[in-house]
Structures are given as structure tokens and as C-alpha cells.
């Protein structure tokens, strides 16, 4: 799935939110550093990459109260409005509007009647907006990502996520909208023959790690 690739950007933000007041990027570079043995001159080199990644990830904004701040208020009308799509093989639109500087999202069927993100029984709610990510392109600032809260209602055994990644993407003058809902977390064993040297024959290891597994929907022009 698309969205469950995890890109340096992702990583970015997860450990900015993680650390807490750093720049995403130098969060990410000093925190490698730490724990390696890098040399003052490796390290503000680092710095200086982390911040050309940081450059093409785009600036993370976090909102309060679900409003989105007055200097980007311009930049979310301009995606305003509704787009056809289906979430989780389930048709639908996604109804993106502004309530005052509340950035609000809603799920729809094709009539525009309001309909459950999950399933009708079970009364979920996208919630408040929590940040952005935006991002200039060609000079122009342009919304790349919006993470919203999210209640899962009566299926809170059924969805782990609390929150609904939105991540945006323009192409050929259309615009696409991938949303990410976590489902629940999984214990994946990968196995692999290691040769730990040329001396010895290789070794079958096997490792397990936790993955997330996602619902997604795809909605655009």
C-alpha cells in the first residue's frame, strides 16, 4: 500500500513529534550522531544535509484547536471542496471545508449524504485537524499533508488508529487525496541467509518486526 511505506520525511516527523521542539531534521542527525562516532566536522555536515532533506519534506505546522493559522488560511481554501473516491473498497467523497479556521473533513456517499468512515454501526467521527505539512513548489506554497483525529466510536477493537493521515498529491494539475487509517499492528518474521564472514559458511537468521497494517482510500478529480 502506498501510504504504508514509511519515507525519510515520515521518519522526520515522527521523531520531531517524538523529541518535541527541534527541527525535524536536525532531530533526525543528532540523534544518529549520538549514538555513532562522528567527528564535530561529520556532524555539522549531517546538519547541513538534514536540512536539505528538510527543505524537500516541507515545514510541519502543528494547529490548535483544529484551526489553521491566518498566514496558511489561503493556501487550505485553495482545496476546498468535494472529491469522489472510496475508502477501504467503500465508494464515497471526502468533503473538504472551512468551518470559521477549522479545517473540516467529512465523509460522504456519492448524494453527498454525511456516512460513517468505518461502518454505519459504528458511529467513528474525524476529528479536529492536528498539522500540516506544507511544502513550496515552484515559489508557491502547497499543501502536501493533513493529519486529522479520529474516533474510532463502537469499533475501537476493530481500528487501533486515533488519527487519519491525508497525504496530497498534484499531479498533471490534478489533485489526489491517499488517506491511512491504521487497522492494528502485526508481528511479521522475515528470514534471510547472513554471512557474518568469508571464513564461515552463511547463517539462515530470522527477525521479527512490527508493521502496521492500514485502510486506505484514494479520492481526487
Known amino acids: 500500500m502506498r501510504l504504508e511505506i514509511l519515507s525519510v520525511c515520515a521518519r522526520l516527523k515522527t521523531i520531531d513529534l517524538f523529541l518535541g521542539g527541534m527541527s525535524m531534521a536536525s532531530s533526525y542527525v543528532l540523534t544518529v550522531a549520538r549514538f555513532s562516532k562522528f567527528s564535530k566536522l561529520s556532524i555539522i555536515s549531517l546538519l547541513a544535509l538534514g536540512s536539505l532533506i528538510l527543505m524537500g519534506c516541507g515545514r510541519d505546522i502543528k494547529i490548535e484547536n483544529g484551526e489553521v493559522p491566518e498566514?496558511?488560511?489561503?493556501?487550505?481554501?485553495?482545496?476546498?471542496?468535494?472529491?469522489?473516491?472510496?475508502?477501504?473498497?467503500?465508494?464515497?467523497?471526502?468533503?473538504?471545508?472551512?468551518?470559521?479556521?477549522?479545517?473540516?473533513?467529512?465523509?460522504?456517499?456519492?448524494?453527498?449524504?454525511?456516512?460513517?468512515?468505518?461502518?454505519?454501526?459504528c458511529g467513528s467521527e474525524i476529528g479536529l485537524?492536528?498539522?500540516?505539512?506544507?511544502?513550496?513548489?515552484?515559489?508557491?506554497?502547497?499543501?502536501?499533508?493533513?493529519?486529522?483525529?479520529?474516533?474510532?466510536?463502537?469499533?475501537?477493537?476493530?481500528?487501533?488508529?486515533?488519527?487519519?493521515?491525508?497525504?496530497?498529491?498534484?499531479?498533471?494539475?490534478?489533485?489526489?487525496?491517499?488517506?491511512?487509517?491504521?487497522?492494528?499492528?502485526?508481528?511479521?518474521?522475515r528470514c534471510e541467509w547472513e554471512r557474518d564472514s568469508h571464513h564461515y559458511p552463511p547463517v539462515y537468521r530470522c527477525r521479527t518486526y512490527r508493521e502496521g497494517r492500514y485502510l486506505t482510500g484514494r479520492f481526487g478529480f
Open 129 to 189: 485537524l492536528k498539522s500540516v505539512r506544507i511544502r513550496e513548489v515552484d515559489g508557491e506554497p502547497t499543501l502536501r499533508w493533513a493529519t486529522f483525529g479520529f474516533s474510532p466510536g463502537d469499533c475501537q477493537r476493530q481500528v487501533a488508529g486515533r488519527v487519519l493521515d491525508v497525504e496530497v498529491e498534484h499531479r498533471r494539475g490534478n489533485l489526489r487525496f491517499y488517506l491511512s487509517l491504521l487497522q492494528r499492528w502485526e508481528n511479521v518474521q
Open 71 to 121: 498566514e496558511y488560511l489561503s493556501v487550505v481554501e485553495s482545496y476546498l471542496g468535494s472529491y469522489s473516491g472510496d475508502f477501504n473498497h467503500f465508494p464515497g467523497q471526502i468533503e473538504l471545508s472551512l468551518d470559521g479556521r477549522q479545517l473540516v473533513a467529512q465523509f460522504q456517499d456519492l448524494e453527498g449524504q454525511p456516512q460513517d468512515l468505518l461502518d454505519p454501526r
